[in-house]
């Protein structure tokens, strides 16, 4: 949705968020001035009328807060109205015991991918967390980008902060190539990401020979967790993620189903895992939901 945003309205979503978070599920007022920087008085205001509303409540002995009642009522609707992304959920829990690796679920808003589970996270470290936004540019969704039109592929593409032509003529290949097989493979750890986005943002506030480096350094940011066009490895490569699409009636993609090894794989058990992931989208887009 296009125009201003309200950073009251943020505010309050951020505290709500903050609750939601794995590990957070009890804060004092303190943990939570000091997460969000957030002035007191502004703190004080949001928590009294969450707390007012029912949305959050406070121990009267710890004084912590913790998300409340209310919300319960707001996560049973939500499952009626979104069935397929509850039924993706429980698909992320089965997959993750079927396979023994984290499995995951993420939809997409607008510029951004939103993981909306993450299932299986025991024993792995540094894994990201449900609600968590990653944007939606290389060298992540590709298992959007390469079922989306080719003005919406363009601008996936374009969001890399490049104007390299190298860089996407890789990318449309790798989408292409990706529809063919039928799945996403992504050797992407979290550092490389975060670094492939910082190098897209300095590039516009450097002199221009920097800039030419930058795009260069970005093109191989930008594909180097990618898999290679003809699907062959050297070796066993560490993988980051496994991705298949889940399409709505309509045919387009609602959300994606991935599982998280972590651990060098030869190609063959790549391709294994990623047939298995394949079908079991496929069931849970045919369900109708």
């Known amino acids: 949705m296009k125009g201003t945003t309200s950073a009251p309205t943020e505010r309050v979503l951020d505290v709500i968020e903050l609750l939601a978070r794995p590990g957070n599920e009890q804060l004092r007022f303190s943990d939570i001035v000091r997460e969000l920087d957030l002035t007191q008085a502004t703190a004080h205001s949001i928590l009294k009328t969450l707390s007012d509303r029912g949305w959050v409540t406070r121990d ?41 690796y984290a499995a995951s679920v993420v939809e997409r808003v607008g510029d951004a991918l939103v993981i909306t589970a993450f299932e299986g996270r025991e024993g792995v470290s ?12 290389p ?52 550092a490389l990401g975060q670094m492939t986005q910082l190098v897209g943002t300095l590039r516009d506030d450097v002199p221009a020979h920097v800039r030419e480096m ?14 290679p ?28 189903l991935g599982v998280h090894p972590f651990v060098a794989l030869p190609m063959h058990r790549i391709n294994a895992l990623g047939k298995h992931l394949v079908a079991a989208a496929t069931y849970l887009g045919a369900s109708g939901l």
Request: with cysteine; charged share 20%; glycine share 6%.
């Open 229 to 256: 066009e003809n699907d062959s490895a050297p070796r066993p490569q560490p993988i980051a993620s496994i991705c298949a699409p889940v399409f709505d009636d309509r045919g387009q993609v609602a959300l994606i």
């Open 214 to 227: 930058l795009d260069q350094l970005l093109v191989e940011c930008a594909t180097i967790g990618l898999l």
């Open 139 to 190: 060298p992540f969704g590709v298992a959007f980008a390469a079922w989306d039109s080719a003005s919406e592929q363009r601008a996936w593409i374009a969001r890399s902060g490049s104007s390299n032509p190298e860089l996407a003529e890789r990318l449309e290949r790798v989408l292409v190539r990706t529809r063919e097989r039928g799945f996403d493979i992504d050797w992407t750890t979290p």
């Open 126 to 137: 540094h894994t990201p967390m449900p609600g968590e936004r990653i944007a939606y540019a």
């Open 60 to 100: 009267p002995v710890g004084k912590a807060f913790r998300l409340g009642p209310a919300l319960a009522v707001v996560a049973a609707r939500t499952d009626a109205v979104r069935p397929l992304a509850h039924a993706a959920h429980a698909a992320a829990v089965q997959v993750s015991g079927e396979l023994g």
